[in-house]
């Protein structure tokens, strides 16, 4: 196991406050201690794991397995673990999807991709010259879209064995009791500071007058209450009753849109995962909304009739293959993906053989596309975010990616609901061929209207090998969420590295549009020169994704890696 003990700073956890479950996990003498932890980055464990954004929400995961309880029961206490602890991206206030096999080979699509409120229209970010507004769709107010996460959660806990009162619990303890918080998040807070003090209408735990340092503690009292309303009423005490009062009264301080009634209708849907084959391996992913599974479908498809493994890992040849792949997958992605209930998205014709195949006619080895010239192809109309991966001892497994949409959402936390909104509103495409803040554009598909819910990249996947659990991943990035795993996926099959060189290689990504291709500091020079003579434009940019993953070895050992680009840590047993 490779970890770092990064910070030890012990406080009095009174006894005498305990939460409302009796067996809490959480506190200086438990299994989860929130005052002294380490990131532990990779792991080989017998039974059961889990790898997240942030090592105490693992620990609450694998704890609860070591319960008794399976990946579902673990899937929901690190969900709760993680709208405390990663406050930039895990959330109560946001929305996500939720992928799993469960053992006996049943998928399972959870889709809880926040909604336009019923008062939301088409060109609700357009100024009186129709240009597109980014500030109203990125902070505040308007920027939300009615969050889905609670209810996510509860349509997972119909697949859960312990009781749901136990599974919140750590959540509840770690917001009233607090905990350390890592260098990264201090600096992300501070980072903030500004923008959550002019997109909130009331005080909230994430400001303070000094700086936050490292080992400080974050008590998120009015956090607590939240989740504690949800224990005891379940998604009500989200959607109705208190605390969908005070996301009302917030939008009404703020100027916002979404009303008790978006409120308690939001419904998670269920959504048929998307399922093909890739060199063996059955690939199951997400459907619309989300774009990954489709995008994924495009991309490894495009790949396969080339012998890849032979180009070799991050060659000129194998990056250009790639980026081609990328380029027109996700020229499709701004033409003909939106939400399926209000647009009829052609996924069978993205996905099939002929199309894919036709799609890749005009690629020539050895010289750059152009996105000028390479659209989307015309397929008939006929017809911060984090994840977290779970496998369990008896063979659940668990992907789970969900978000804000930028760091901290739109950085208005509900007034003494203490949770920060989501700015998802900026996923829909503002104006046709207007870029969103990740440079994704779109059109007819994904605009705005009442109830619609915005097209997403997330993409929660599963591969399975003979029918056998073999890896549950994802990652957070924006557009650059189906690349990453792309990659990580053909890392592992053509090439053959182990999960921790799948994941903390550096990655590439191309989108299209803009036509460039951005890479990692760290990706390789001579490849990034061969490319560039070939006509590529080549962007270095920060670190691309936080992937998680967990491998099923041949011996049934769950392999589980935490992507080595953030304070990301698993646990396991
Ligand atoms: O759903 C989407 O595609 C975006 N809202 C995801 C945002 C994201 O991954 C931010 N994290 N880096």
Not at 341 to 363: E, H
Not at 418 to 435: C, Q
Request: overall charge neutral.
């Amino acid at each position: 196991m490779k970890s770092t003990i990064f910070t030890v700073l012990l406080f009095c956890f009174s006894s005498s406050v305990l939460g409302q479950y009796e067996n809490t996990i959480v506190g200086p003498n438990k299994a989860v201690n929130p005052y002294q932890y380490s990131v532990v980055k990779s792991g080989t464990f017998n039974r059961a794991s889990v790898s997240s954004a942030h090592p105490l929400a693992s620990m609450v995961g694998a704890e609860i397995m070591k319960q008794g309880g399976n990946a579902f029961d673990a899937t929901i206490a690190t969900q709760f673990a993680l709208a405390v602890v990663y406050p930039g991206a895990g959330n109560i206030g946001g929305g996500g999807f939720t992928l799993a096999r469960k053992k006996d080979g049943t998928l399972i699509g959870i889709d809880y991709r926040e909604a336009a409120p019923a008062k939301a229209n088409r060109d609700m970010y357009l100024d009186a010259a129709g240009n597109a507004q980014d500030a109203l769709s990125q902070n505040g107010h308007l920027a939300s879209g009615v969050p889905g996460t609670v209810a996510g959660i509860f349509d997972t806990y119909a697949h859960a064995k312990l009781p749901f009162a136990m599974l919140i619990q750590p959540a509840i303890d770690l917001a009233r009791f607090g905990f350390v918080i890592t260098e990264k998040e201090a600096s992300s807070l501070n980072g903030t500071k500004k923008d959550f003090i002019q997109y909130s209408t009331k005080p909230s735990a994430f400001v303070k007058e000094t700086k936050w340092k490292v080992g400080d503690t974050l008590i998120q009292v009015a956090l607590a209450n939240t989740l504690a309303r949800i224990q005891k009423e379940g998604a009500k005490g989200f959607y109705e009753g208190e605390t969908a009062a005070l996301i009302v009264e917030e939008m009404k301080r703020g100027g916002g849109i979404i009303s008790l009634e978006d409120l308690k209708q939001y419904k998670a849907k269920s959504r048929t995962p998307i399922v093909f084959n890739y060199r063996g391996y059955d690939v199951i992913s997400f459907a619309p909304p989300s774009s990954g599974g489709i995008l994924i479908g495009q991309m490894l498809k495009m790949i396969e009739p080339f012998n890849v493994q032979k180009m070799g890992f991050q060659t000129p040849a194998s990056v250009q293959l790639m980026i081609e792949a990328e380029r027109r997958a996700y020229a499709d992605r701004a033409a003909h993906i939106g939400d399926p209930d209000f647009y009829k998205v052609p996924q069978k014709t993205l996905l099939s053989s002929t199309y894919i195949k036709n799609r890749m006619l005009d690629y020539k080895p050895g010289v750059a596309g152009s996105s000028e010239q390479i659209g989307a192809g015309v397929a008939p109309t006929s017809e911060e975010t984090t994840h977290f991966s779970v496998v369990d001892p008896e063979g659940n497994m668990v992907a789970v990616t969900t978000t804000l949409n930028g760091g901290y959402g739109n950085r208005t936390v509900v007034g003494d609901a203490g949770f920060i909104l989501n700015n998802e509103m900026d996923d829909f495409s503002a104006k046709p061929g207007s870029p969103n803040m990740y440079g994704a554009i779109g059109g007819e598909a994904n605009s705005i209207a009442p109830y619609k819910r915005m097209l997403s990249s997330m993409t929660p996947t599963l591969l399975t090998k003979n029918k056998k659990p073999f890896l549950t991943i994802g990652t957070p990035g924006g557009t650059t969420i189906p690349t990453s795993v792309f990659q990580a996926i053909v890392n592992l099959v053509d090439f053959n590295m182990s999960l921790e060189d799948a994941i903390n290689s550096p990655k590439f990504h191309h989108q299209w549009l803009p036509d460039e291709v951005s890479i990692e500091k760290t990706f390789n020079q001579n490849t990034k020169t061969e490319l560039e003579k070939m006509g590529y434009r080549i962007k270095s940019r920060g670190s691309i994704g936080r992937t998680e993953g967990i491998l099923i070895g041949p011996t049934g050992k769950r392999i589980t890696v935490a992507d080595n680009r953030g304070d990301d840590a698993v646990a396991g047993f």
